[in-house]
């Protein structure tokens, strides 16, 4: 409203200046005098302005006149858009005008005012190239999905646009869950711009989503090709996906290729301890044991895992336990400190029933790094030593409210796996999964493990009072937490005694 009456202000000022200037001319006197060719022409102050003004449009129009025949010249030399280009030069101006005013507009974030511009500069520039991904991207701002969409697709009918189009679609589908199709627009992306970073990363994580891992080991393939992944992270994805795609072999029945995937995935990460285990089955199948043993302590070396232990174990199913434990120090020669590697030891003398050993090996490791299972390691060295029922209790009370120790945990989203997938469950993460510690907030009990000492292969048919026997416990409930506590105070009660 203000300014709707400074506008209207301001123009009464102008014209009563302009009619005040005017009174000044009229009453003024002199003038000018112009003679030409015999003719004299006397001009008084008025007319003189307006002789002046005429003037100056003449020349304009001249200077317009030269342009257009500068214009005709270069079309009859041969440029067929001479012409054209001077008739719409006005009218390119105010559409890159307006083009690059509706590209401020969206940068900061004026959507309906970005739509606006874009329309102008389509209507005086006729270039929907141009115009087009501002409308999409200035109708997404706006949460206008339709119109985004429909620009998207007219993207599709030039080459020059096509790939934006689809990468706009493919955005719009993931935003929507709709996975499926979003993996057929990253193909078509993939195809139409292979070099690509971002089509590469998205067409991978949905072709692992959808466990196409032939598929992903060729983008892989590609993005080492196109210099976007280094080569060790290369080496290492490429290891998962074979690893996957063995598994995937193993569900359907067809051993021999899966244990060949498996070895290879090995020979590509020899520290990827699913791919370590997988090669060393394999090796058993096809009764080369050797093999298996040496694929196994060289994953060892690298990082003791209960994983690699239990596959070691599976090498001789029908052992004794004493010669288990002979068997198993060639794979314990290396890493002797290594909590894991103290654990393991502890479970075979255990299954030996050589309980004081099995103390030994163990060490501090359940006063300085109390969890699930060094807990219940204790509890079975007391029961096999013949303590007190009340004490066997209390360490078993304390288990069931004990961290759970190392697991499989995402290194995006810190979620906690039971087993190693290529894929994190909760955030999709490709190959984010680390054997490790739970960060401090996760260190609360999570639930006794499924398997209290795993490696206990191969025993008697009648074990010993004494053998510690692999058992299945459910997770516990809030009620057995309370139980666990009661025991737990009582037994400190007993102790104190």
């Excluded at 005017?22 to 006397?42: D, K, P, R, T, W």
Aim: charged share 25%; glycine share 6%; aromatic share 6%.
């Amino acid at each position: 409203m203000l300014w709707s009456l400074a506008k209207i202000i301001l123009f009464v000022l102008i014209v009563s200046a302009l009619t005040l200037g005017a009174g000044y001319l009229m009453e003024a006197s002199g003038g000018i005098q112009v003679a030409f060719g015999g003719m004299e022409f006397n001009l008084g102050p008025l007319q003189s302005v307006i002789a002046g003004i005429l003037l100056i449009f003449a020349v304009w129009v001249l200077l317009k006149l030269l342009t257009l025949l500068v214009a005709v010249l270069r079309f009859i030399n041969g440029d067929e858009t001479a012409i054209t280009r001077y008739f719409s030069r006005n009218r390119e101006r105010k559409g890159f005008k307006a083009l690059s005013d509706g590209m401020l507009a969206l940068a900061s974030g004026e959507g309906k005012e970005a739509m606006n511009k874009a329309h102008q500069a389509d209507k005086y520039l006729n270039r929907p190239e141009l115009t087009n991904l501002i409308t999409a991207q200035a109708a997404e701002m706006i949460g206008d999905t339709k119109t985004a969409e429909k620009v998207y697709k007219e993207l599709l009918k030039d080459n020059r646009t096509r790939f934006v189009g689809v990468r706009g679609l493919l955005k719009q589908r993931l935003s929507e869950g709709n996975n499926d199709v979003a993996l057929k627009l990253a193909e078509t992306a993939f195809a139409l711009k292979p070099k690509h970073e971002e089509t590469q990363d998205v067409l991978l994580r949905l072709q692992a989503e959808h466990q196409d891992w032939k598929g992903a080991r060729q983008t892989l393939a590609t993005k080492l090709k196109t210099g976007t992944l280094p080569r060790d992270v290369h080496k290492r994805r490429d290891a998962v996906l074979a690893l996957s795609e063995a598994k995937d072999l193993i569900a359907d029945d067809t051993s021999i290729e899966a244990r060949e995937e498996a070895i290879e995935a090995n020979r590509l990460s020899p520290d990827l301890i699913p791919a370590a285990c997988m090669a060393a089955r394999g090796y058993v199948a096809k009764g080369k044991k050797k093999y298996a043993v040496r694929v196994l302590k060289k994953a060892w070396e690298v990082s003791p895992h209960p994983d690699l232990a239990a596959a070691f174990a599976e090498i001789e199913p029908d052992e004794t336990p004493q010669q288990r434990l002979k068997r198993f120090g060639t794979l314990l020669g290396k890493n002797t400190d290594n909590a894991e590697a103290k654990q393991l030891l502890a479970e075979l003398h255990i299954a030996a029933e050589d309980f004081p050993a099995a103390r030994r090996a163990l060490g501090d490791l359940a006063q300085d790094m109390p969890n699930t299972r060094t807990l219940t390691l204790m509890a079975a060295i007391e029961r096999g030593e013949g303590a007190e029922d009340a004490v066997v209790r209390g360490w078993l009370a304390r288990a069931v409210t004990a961290p759970r120790g190392p697991s499989w945990i995402c290194d995006n989203c810190n979620h906690i796996h039971n087993e190693w997938v290529p894929i994190c469950e909760h955030c999709k993460g490709f190959d984010t999964l680390a054997w490790r510690q739970p960060p401090a907030q996760l260190l609360a009990t999570t639930g006794l493990n499924a398997e209290m000492l795993p490696l206990i292969v191969g025993a008697p048919d009648k074990p010993s009072e004494n053998t510690i026997v692999p058992v299945t416990e459910p997770v516990p409930t809030a009620e057995d937490i309370e139980e666990a506590e009661v025991i737990e105070a009582e037994t400190t009660k007993e102790t104190s005694k």
